[in-house]
């Protein structure tokens, strides 16, 4: 070929259509020949222009602040000790992984070599002058779909401090018919789960971080080892962009301790694994790419299996072992399905929208569609109407009758002032006299008292007949949430020491059984005086501060992550 | 409006926000100098955050009486090279690697670049709508060329040939306006 079809070649052709001959030819050339010089440099010039003009990346400056400090060691030249020393430190800990992965059995010769040639990369060019920086920082990627299901706030749902369904629910639907009498409490603070996901953290605080130093917290909160090792090691395969070992860390941790806490966020954030994993998914489009390249028929495997058994654990496996597949995509909504049908709107939602992040197109609108029916059952109106047609329960609704049942489903969940009252029988009165908090969950009225150790009882409302009590695990430490039909309560268990071990119980509110306990925060016995507790909910959330600590988990009672409440807060 | 060198001065005194302004100031110049040497825009978006990633941990480094554009585009070219190092799909980054050798052989002109962009968005209205529809979705939605087809119900071929017109257009009109027309 000669020069002058390379040059037209080059005018003709996008470059992802170019042959590797073709690149290898124009290579050769181009040393040689001024015209093909022009011609390649022109063609740059002008895509590099156009992608400047029209194109251009979304990332937040805060994430990469957060990323930018936990590379301490590749700010400024080397600090103290010089690049020698930061060097030896490198190799050791190289070495170290090399063991640790090796005593595994799993590391893989792609993570070994993209250590060696990250490691020749930030030590052979020490260099400080400005045109050639070093150092191999791990990358983030924190380029970010807007919200899902954005919020448009209606005046019902701007007006009510407390919603409460009227009794005569929703019921177009058979699985919304299903899904039992519940209160709705409005969140105090709206945060999504990306947004939980992205906590904001002393980092964020523009007067300067105040680290949250690792030794203080873990004295204070459990931290799962196996989370921290697996933690780690995924850490490192991103770092070296080896996505495929990335996977499979996450595939053999995610199921055992997911839940696990481990250090991982900005400035000693405690994450859970499965978090970390989040993350992870949703900022490296490599590590997607191959999650779905390697996983997606074993997760498929696996959804299917948690289908037919109607395994509602092992599809949250699924879920989160095999994150960013289509399949665990599906696992979501069938998740998000279920508890729709059961009436937690709440946690419905949740699942919904953490599905559509990663949904493909073809899923993504049943999704969209899914969190603007359960905005609805909220009282909210969440994302655009609806423009194809659904299919809920395996019925087929054209837009219009979608929309249709949206907006009955809005209306059905504005409260009725009427239905709030409750019955003035002498035993309920005298109960919520001595009570230390009252939530209503539906046609439930749930007190705690302390008379006779912390008891949890839940009355009828109209009748004031007791449906159920319970005798709490520990002192009750703040007034319960209540999210869909769990009541979340915060208990402290006297240790041996003098301390206080804290947990976050979740109780079924119609029958009274604890569904869950999660430990919280251990506080030493000169921590054992007035310590501040209180849970909150939020979007698709709970947030327990204790103290000067504050917890995040999910409508299932899951810590996702531990951080410290900023000063003046 | 802060010059460069200030702005990168307050960065190295702690300050976000002056941070946050080069970010803003040079964001889309990295991004189309990185995209436009990569064939997955993935990529790019990775390696655009990687830049200003290295640009912060390493700001103690910079000297505050040269030029932070150059240097950003420095540290692209150095994670351009790491990039095509670490890269197994050989056919992806040919490519890069080509266009980093035409790096060594040309030098920037940064005057020149400033002009024809500042003359694009003259250049794009004297393009058709089909032809200006073609480059939103081939540099905004970033569209390969069948999906441009298919959504401009056109063959591919057919999308081929219009973005080879655009592009020529908009060549020869940037040339002409910014005085350096051949």
Known sequence: MSDEQLIRLLREKPPEEFTSDEITLVRRRLPHCSELRQAVADHLELEQVLYHARGGVRFSVDDLLRRA????????????????????????LSVVGAVIYARGNRRPAEIAQAGKAAGAAGHHKPDASPSTPNGNQPVRHVVRKPPIGTEKPTASSAASVSRESTGDEPGSMSAVRAGPTVAIS?????????????????????????????????????????????????????????????????VAAAVNHGDGLAPGGANGRLCSFNLMVFEAIRTHAGLRQAMCDDYAVDAWRGFRGAADRDDAAAMAA??????????????????????????????????????????????????????????????????EPVTETVELEGEQLSPFDFERLVTEMRMRAVPNSAASESSSSPALTSEIQKARSQSIVGDLLITISDERGHIATAWQRRTGD???????????????????????????????GGGRRMYLSTLAAHTGEVVARRPLARLAADESGETSVRIETAEGALVVTVGDLRFHADLEGCLQSVTKVADGE | MMEDSQLLGAVQQGDRAAFATIVERYQGKIYGYLR????????????????????????????????????????????????????????????????????????????????????????LETLGPSARQAIDLRYHAKLRLAEIGERLRRSEGAAKLLMFRARQALRYCLEQRSGRAP
Request: proline share 5%; charged share 25%.
């Open chain 1, 318 to 383: 699924v879920a989160g072992q095999f994150i960013g597949t289509p399949a665990a995509t599906a696992a979501r909504q069938w998740l998000g399905d279920r508890a729709l049908s059961a009436g937690r709107f709440h946690l419905a939602l949740a699942h919904f929208r953490a599905a559509a992040e990663r949904a493909s197109d073809q899923q993504c609108g049943g999704l969209l569609a899914r969190v603007r029916l359960c905005g609805a059952l909220l009282g909210r109106e969440l994302g």
């Open chain 1, 186 to 250: 409005p969140p105090t603070s709206i945060a999504t789960p990306e947004q939980l996901a992205g906590e904001k953290t002393a980092a964020d605080n523009p007067a300067g971080p105040e680290p949250v130093a690792e030794a203080w917290l873990t004295q204070r909160v459990e931290i799962d080892n196996e989370a921290r090792r697996a933690s780690a090691e995924l850490a490192a395969a991103i770092e070296h962009r080896a996505w495929r070992d990335a996977c499979r860390v996450i």
């Open chain 1, 466 to 496: 007791m449906i159920w009590r319970q005798q709490l695990d520990g002192i009750n430490l703040a007034a319960p949430a209540i999210v869909d039909d769990r009541l979340f309560v915060c208990l402290a268990v006297p240790d041996s």
């Open chain 1, 69 to 92: 400090a936990l590379t301490p060691a590749s700010r400024g030249p080397a600090g103290i000790y010089g690049w020698p020393t930061a060097a030896a430190v490198l190799l050791t």
């Open chain 2, 36 to 123: 436009a040497r990569l064939l997955q825009s993935s990529d790019a978006d990775d390696l655009t955050q990687e830049v200003f990633l290295r640009c912060y941990t390493s700001r103690a480094r910079f000297d505050t009486s040269g030029m932070v554009g150059p240097w950003l585009i420095g540290i692209a070219r150095n994670l351009l090279r790491e990039h095509a190092r670490k890269t197994r799909r050989r056919r992806e980054v040919a490519w890069t690697e080509l266009c980093l050798e035409l790096d060594e052989l040309v030098s920037d002109d940064s005057e020149r670049y400033d002009d024809l962009l500042g003359q694009l968005p003259g250049c």
